[in-house]
């Protein structure tokens, strides 16, 4: 006999994100209110960058042979700067983790987006999956550990000072529940803010490329969120809020409205 899928509704009675295109109705995992510990991006993200490492000494390791029948002293050379990156690659994770676990900005100068967004989330992710994590769950610890980032930051980096409200933007699904969305533009409105909802990726981007706002508050599922915030973070500070779905993706979504308050008041009374 073949087992039947627990469904929560069908697919055609929403309109489906890109990211959620293969979804056939099936009831989500933690039933869409995905609460996974920062800690969970944080260990994978850590044998991440030391793959990282090994593969660049590997690498090394190879080509000793040709380096040397070509120039000996490239050896040495190559070597301390393949010890020197792999150093900076340690420190880097080493602030990111210290940060995230004590919520403290002890080494902000040491985190770099670009590296952040651009290899140890991509690796991070790959591994999880590998190991039954899935891109909802890893995605959901991601932002919770960028989150505290921009938070940290927030309290001492030029690039996320003070913001002013005409500059912040708020980015909104159009999957939110009639009564979550009412909320939270009465607070968008009563904060002075600027929000647009968009259908996706693709629109928020080119709202941020029209707006060219100082700091960004998005509100999406995790796999939009991610995909967003390795886009965009590496530039404008970028809080992101996961959505809840209840009733699967892309229908009746909702979030915590004190979060989105936390965030609002976080970027305009920043020093």
């Not at 002075?192 to 981007?205: C, H, P, Q």
């Not at 009746?252 to 920043?270: F, G, H, R």
Request: proline letters at 5%.
């Amino acid at each position: 006999m073949s087992q039947v899928k627990n469904q929560v509704a069908p697919a055609q009675d929403r309109k489906l994100g890109d990211e959620w295109a293969d979804w056939g109705g099936e009831t989500e995992e933690q039933k869409g209110e995905i609460e996974e510990s920062k800690s969970t991006f944080l260990k994978y993200a850590s044998v991440g960058a030391a793959l990282i490492v090994a593969g660049l000494m590997f690498i090394w390791y190879m080509i000793i042979p040709r380096l040397e029948q070509f120039a000996p002293v490239l050896t040495i050379i190559v070597g301390i700067g393949v010890v020197v990156f792999a150093i900076l690659i340690f420190l880097m994770f080493g602030s990111i983790a210290i940060t995230a676990l004590t919520e403290k900005g002890y080494l902000l100068s040491c985190i770099k987006e670009n590296f952040f967004f651009s290899y140890l989330v991509p690796v991070a992710v790959r591994l999880g999956k590998r190991f039954g994590v899935s891109r909802d769950r890893m995605g959901n610890s991601l932002i919770k550990v960028s989150n505290i980032i921009v938070h940290a930051k927030s309290k001492s980096h030029p690039k996320y000072g003070k913001v002013d409200p005409n500059r912040l933007l708020v980015l909104l699904p159009r999957c939110l529940s009639k009564e979550n969305r009412k909320t939270i533009i009465e607070i968008v409105e009563k904060n002075k803010l600027i929000s647009f909802t968009v259908a996706g990726g693709s629109a928020a981007r080119l709202r941020i490329k029209e707006m060219k706002p100082q700091a960004i508050i998005a509100v999406a599922c995790e796999r939009d969120l991610v995909i967003g915030l390795q886009d965009v973070a590496p530039k404008i500070p970028v809080l992101a809020i996961p959505n809840k779905r209840p009733e699967g993706p892309c229908k009746n979504t909702y979030i915590n409205i004190e979060v989105l308050e936390t965030s609002i008041k976080d970027y305009l009374q920043s020093v």
